[in-house]
Structure formats: structure tokens, C-alpha cells
């Protein structure tokens, strides 16, 4: 094949780039109106998990420090996909976005298991020891392993074969606000590796701001009263 042949060829690659990133762009030109105040509650909580970290660190048992220090390379994972998970659901990226959220929610169940001492390593996360989770599995697994046709062809796509992004604003706001309840539970968890302010884990901002973002949160009906 000659060069000429080949540069021809390869075109498509470049062809397929370019038409993905108009149609995510379409999608992220629509707006974040359609996510309220669930915005809001997405900035409260990270402003929580930023300022966390600005005060000393929590003595704990010696015997408690392995994990402490699991917990805490769970929460760093967490963390450092916060930026990738948001993207994902803005551009319309829904199967990415929903394993991600669902790699979030794992993490804030293994650190809870960690936590209780229920939790062995390499072993997956009990997806029914968090009521507020349990029944979403079956819906972010079908969209992580790509297995569940049902799903598939109602939340990713609107007609066969087409790879365009598919604005679809119920499902990216249902995404959004379990990326929002799974922050709220990385704070709690992470509260407990700081020094208290007055036996309180929580300064007065970031338990106002927190107890704000729950009472978003029950009140859309992602979290139940008193969870």
C-alpha cells in the first residue's frame, strides 16, 4: 500500500475523532441547567473534602494505623476521579460516567467495610450492607460490563449502530446526584482522620454546608431521611 493509501485510510481516525467531539460538545452545550441545585450540593461537598485536610491529623492506635491507611488510599482514588466522573456525565459520556460512579460507590462501601472491620482485602465490596446503594447495582453493572441490552439502548444510545452521544438529562442528573451522595459519604468517612474542633469532626461551615448537601439529597429522594 502505498503512502498516499495510507494516509487515506488513517483519515478515518482523525474523521471518527472529530464527529465524537462535535457530538460531545452538542451535548455540553445543552446546559448544566437541568442539575439545580445539585450543582450547589457537588461544590459543597468538594469544598468539605478540601478543607478537611487543612487541620492535624487524628492520633490513632497503633493497632488501627493498616487501616487507617487503607481508608485513606481509597479516599485518594476517590478523589483524584472526582474531575473524570463530572466530565463524563457533562459531555454525555453515560457508560464511562456510570462505571466510574459505580467505582466510587465501591470505594465508599470498602471504606465503611474497612472501617467496621467487615472488609477483607482483594475481596469486593457488600453492596447490601449500604441500603441507600444495594438496589442501584444491578443498573450501574449492567451499564459497567456493557451486559444489560435494556439499559444500553435507553440511556446510551437512540437509534442502532449510532455512536453519537445521546443527551439524556434524567439519566445524567440520576448519575450526577449518586456522584453527589457517594462525596457526602467519602466526607464522612474522612472526618474521623482529623483532629476535632470542640468534639465536633466538623467546623461550623463544613457541618453546615454537609447538612445542607443531605437535605439536598433527601429531599431529590437519593438519600432517605435519616441515613
Not at 468534639?199 to 461550623?204: E, Q
Request: aromatic share 8%; glycine share 8%; net charge negative.
Amino acid at each position: 500500500m502505498t503512502d498516499e493509501t495510507n494516509g487515506l485510510f488513517l483519515g478515518f481516525s482523525d474523521l471518527l475523532q472529530s464527529e465524537l467531539q462535535k457530538s460531545r460538545d452538542e451535548v455540553a452545550s445543552q446546559g448544566e441547567g437541568f442539575l439545580g441545585d445539585l450543582l450547589h450540593v457537588r461544590t459543597a461537598c468538594k469544598a468539605c473534602i478540601g478543607s478537611i485536610p487543612s487541620r492535624p491529623d487524628r492520633a490513632f492506635p497503633t493497632e488501627d494505623l493498616q487501616q487507617k491507611l487503607r481508608r485513606a488510599n481509597v479516599h485518594s482514588a476517590i478523589v483524584q476521579g472526582i474531575h473524570f466522573v463530572e466530565y463524563a456525565i457533562e459531555f454525555g459520556g453515560y457508560a464511562q460516567a456510570a462505571a466510574l460512579v459505580r467505582q466510587e460507590i465501591d470505594g465508599v462501601i470498602v471504606a465503611r467495610g474497612i472501617r467496621l472491620g467487615e472488609h477483607t482485602d482483594k475481596k469486593g465490596p457488600q453492596w447490601a450492607s449500604m441500603p441507600t446503594f444495594k438496589n442501584l447495582n444491578g443498573m450501574l453493572s449492567g451499564l459497567t460490563h456493557l451486559s444489560d441490552h435494556k439499559i444500553l439502548s435507553t440511556k446510551i444510545s437512540d437509534s442502532i449502530g449510532n455512536v453519537d452521544h445521546n443527551f439524556n438529562p434524567e439519566f445524567a442528573r440520576q448519575l450526577f446526584g449518586l456522584h453527589v451522595c457517594a462525596l457526602i459519604f467519602l466526607i464522612l468517612d474522612m472526618i474521623e482522620f482529623r483532629e476535632p474542633y470542640d468534639d465536633n469532626l466538623l467546623n461550623d461551615e463544613e457541618e453546615w454546608w454537609l447538612n445542607s448537601a443531605i437535605g439536598v439529597m433527601v429531599h431529590e429522594g437519593l438519600l432517605p431521611p435519616g441515613d
